[in-house]
């Protein structure tokens, strides 16, 4: 059998490539490998020699989350290489898979294949490989847990996480879980992230003890690297996949929760909280305003739209509030965001009131000074000193 021709090889090497990209789940979301798939997609040269594939590739696009995540191992680019032997005028394709994300405004500042529970929580959970487990625990939503990610390597990989989570000074332990191994590119992004919190680094910026390929941190201060191991416990569940497994662990962290470390913040990127106040002036709704009721005899919330001349225009009536506030969205009975939020928290009242058999007094609208009347309805606001 005769050996495969240098072009025959360089497509074997893209559609390996590409395969690795289709079969990671962050990078169905990723712009590179987005933009890398169309710019292959566009060879007739590539097309004829590996027919099928760029349409497979494409049938992987999700809602485009980040532009890149900068992973040191980027598969489109590795493909995107191998393609310009195939047609060199793919190198003027112009999209770039390897580029450094931008830092952005807010936290966290770097984007990633994580999800954000919130701020104010005190364990981070990295999942490592496994990238379903992801939104398992997103879904399950543990109190304790403020943010949820993958992480692939131990160079890349770990600054993303260390720049991420040293803003937050409510995280004090990282809780890692799911399968550490990569056996294609060797990485072990686990093992190095613990050896990291043990042992720190070396004089060269190299991770103590690590044995992945490249553990070795380069962009990120050796102070923050300090900073965020003084903060930061580390909680070894690599290889736990079970949700409750996990979320227990998060429970038992959380319970041990030391509170704030505000000892050392990079610039940028952390929240004070701000104290909340009332709405101390009452702005009228042009849409008109709203009367809100529970029916007892027919086990319904009631809602009737007045205009602001006090004529009645739409009586409404549902099960739930979520029923209620989007037909009253819907039909643009509301304009302003205080009065929307209002209603929402009526309705919210009024449903407990009709489960729990208890009496219901529409409350006064944001800013009004008079109370609003007691069921049976008036005409006069909740959000009735409204006009
Ligand atoms: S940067 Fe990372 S997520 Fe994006 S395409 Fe490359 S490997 Fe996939």
């Known amino acids: 059998m005769s050996e495969p021709s240098q072009e025959q090889q360089a497509a074997q090497v893209v559609e390996a490539e590409l395969q690795e990209a289709i079969a990671h789940t962050k990078c169905h979301r990723c712009g590179c490998f987005q933009d890398a798939v169309n710019a292959l997609d566009q060879s007739a040269a590539l097309a004829a020699l590996l027919p099928g594939l760029f349409g497979e590739a494409k049938a992987r696009f999700e809602a485009r989350r980040y532009d890149c995540l900068g992973c040191e191992v980027c598969w489109p680019a590795l493909a995107s290489n191998a393609a310009t032997e195939i047609d060199p005028t793919l190198a003027d394709a112009g999209h770039c898979a390897t580029a450094e994300p931008v830092l952005r405004d807010g936290w966290p500042p770097l984007p990633g294949d994580y999800k954000v529970l919130r701020h104010r929580a005190p364990v981070a959970v990295c999942t490592l490989n496994a990238d379903d487990l992801v939104g398992r625990l997103a879904m399950a939503g543990p109190a304790g847990m403020a943010i949820v990610g993958t992480m692939r390597t131990e160079n890349l990989g770990i600054e993303h996480l260390i720049r991420n989570l040293l803003p937050n000074p409510n995280i004090r332990f990282l809780l890692l879980c799911g399968d550490d191994t990569r056996k294609a590119i060797g990485h072990l992004p686990g ?66 929760d030391p509170g704030p470390d505000t000892t050392f913040l990079p610039e940028g990127h952390h929240f004070e909280a701000e104290h909340a106040t009332e709405a101390t002036r009452l702005v009228s709704d042009p849409a008109g305003y709203l009367v809100i009721y529970p029916d007892r005899q027919r086990r319904q919330l009631v809602l009737e739209h007045y205009d602001n001349t006090g004529v009645l225009t739409r009586i409404l009536q549902g099960e739930t509030p979520a029923a209620l506030y989007g037909t009253v969205i819907a039909a643009r009975l509301i304009s302003r965001l205080d009065h929307a939020a209002y209603l929402g928290r009526e309705l919210a009242r009024a449903e407990a009131a009709l489960r729990d058999d208890t009496e219901y007094t529409q409350d006064k609208a944001p800013g009004a000074s008079e109370p609003a009347e007691a069921e049976p309805p008036t005409p006069s606001c909740g959000c009735s000193s409204c006009h």
Request: charged content about 30%.
């Open 191 to 256: 093992q190095s992230l613990i050896s990291l919190m043990r042992h720190g680094l070396d004089e060269h910026g190299r991770i103590r003890d690590a044995a992945g390929k490249r553990p070795v941190i380069r962009n990120v201060a050796p102070e923050h690297v300090e900073a965020f191991r003084r903060r930061v416990g580390i909680i070894d569940l690599i290889g736990e996949t079970n949700v409750e497994a996990i979320t227990e662990a998060i429970a038992q962290a959380a319970a041990r």
